[in-house]
């Protein structure tokens, strides 16, 4: 049952991180001070007017943002049904749509007097973003990345270095995005005092998973003005994939309180839904704690975060942000699931029809789209975030997906 209309979300967090049930701190100890003073500072940036003149420059003259709204005109032609649009994402400087809370982070790690961005990454364009960011305002940068990941998105781990970041391959346990957290938090841990742990999505302990739905909220903002200028009246559905779910939170977040409009994240449903082949933590998991919070989570029988696989490695995680779990929980957004197949096939439908390669985690949220479309009427209207650009995935399709056409 939809309960949204008796909670107060504008109010959310609660003061201990918590949304609903979900979120909270669960810290060693002697963290929980230089968390508290994370979460004051991040307090005093939202009123502070020379924080906020930075940012938006930076994300004006340095990202180059508005990220335009487009009308997928061919492949809404093509399936017949409902009008299809893209908040393009992918166009951000650096390619994705991490770079908007990659550039708020590494400022507010200034602010803390820190010495150096540390993080993990899965397909590489946190990385990359968080790298970029580290380069443009002075700060040392070390990224974890799962050696999985780092053979599939070669071309990222390059990037990085190039920016000056200090890449580490994580060889142990499911060589992943869960290893390359472990990994990451586990180094910052030994330098926290000077380091700044730069979280890529809304998950982790408070105030991060607020703090990140902070920087991304500019997508849904954005996204309002643009609908007027397309003198859209009304939008019927909006789409994005769910990893951690910043991407999804950044185009849902001023529209929480539009009852009427129906929300969508998109999970991957990899290989097939058994024990291990899938990613789809809303639609199978349950209640757990995984990095610092109480969210869903796929667990095994003994409660431990089980194994999780997906073509896209930025959405191959057994956790999601305590934001979605909450908001799943009101009923407040639906929670779908696609698999690989659907989602290769989404992926090359938009190269070939829009002139769009996107990334595969984005082709996640576009092949529901393309699913659900051809039952809808023409005058509804879909808008996809596309939340990043597949550049990083052509090599690794090309070589293992035969079913993709890369002939002449």
Do not use: W
Request: aromatic share 10%; with cysteine; glycine share 10%.
């Amino acid at each position: 049952m939809n309960t949204f209309n008796n909670t107060n979300y504008k109010n959310l967090p609660n003061k201990e991180g918590y949304y609903g049930e979900f979120g909270g701190a669960f810290l060693p100890e002697f963290l929980k001070e230089t968390f508290q003073e994370i979460e004051q500072a991040f307090t005093k940036i939202k009123t502070d007017e020379n924080f906020i003149q930075e940012y938006q420059a930076l994300l004006k003259n340095f990202v180059g943002r508005p990220s335009p709204l487009y009308h997928a005109k061919n492949m809404s032609e093509k399936l017949g049904g409902a009008q299809i649009y893209f908040k393009r994402e992918d166009l951000n400087h650096t390619g994705a749509h991490k770079i908007n809370h990659c550039l708020g982070e590494a400022l507010l790690a200034k602010r803390l007097g820190k010495k150096k961005l540390m993080a993990e990454t899965g397909a590489g364009q946190h990385g990359v973003a968080l790298a970029t960011a580290a380069a443009v305002t002075g700060l040392e940068c070390d990224i974890y990345m799962g050696e999985i990941d780092a053979n599939k998105q070669a071309e990222n781990v390059k990037k990085m270095r190039l920016l000056g970041a200090k890449v580490i391959i994580v060889k142990q346990g499911g060589k992943s995005l869960k290893e390359a957290v472990d990994s990451a938090f586990a180094a910052y841990l030994q330098e926290y005092k000077s380091a700044f742990f730069a979280i890529g999505s809304v998950v982790g302990s408070h105030p991060y998973p607020a703090m990140v739905t902070y920087f991304q909220s500019v997508i849904s903002r954005e996204l309002r003005r643009q609908l007027r200028e397309h003198n859209i009246k009304k939008v019927d559905m909006l789409i994005a994939c769910v990893g951690g779910g910043s991407n999804a939170i950044g185009l849902f977040h001023d529209f929480l309180d539009e009852l009427e409009l129906e929300l969508v994240g998109v999970e991957p449903a990899g290989k097939s839904l058994e024990f291990g082949q899938h990613a789809a933590t809303l639609s199978l998991g349950r209640s757990g704690i995984i990095h610092g919070m109480k969210t869903y989570l796929l667990q095994d029988e003994e409660n431990q975060a089980s194994p999780v696989y997906s073509i896209a490695s930025g959405l191959d995680y057994p956790g999601v942000g305590p934001i979605h779990a909450f908001l799943k929980e009101i009923g407040r957004i639906r929670y779908e699931a696609i698999s690989d197949s659907e989602a290769l096939e989404a992926f090359a439908l938009t190269a070939r029809y829009e002139g769009i390669i996107p990334a595969l985690e984005s082709a996640h949220a576009l092949a529901y789209a393309y699913k659900i479309s051809p039952n809808l009427a023409k005058d509804k209207i879909l808008v996809v975030n596309l939340s990043g650009r597949g550049d990083k995935d052509v090599d690794f399709v090309s070589q293992n997906y035969a079913q993709i056409d890369f002939k002449d």
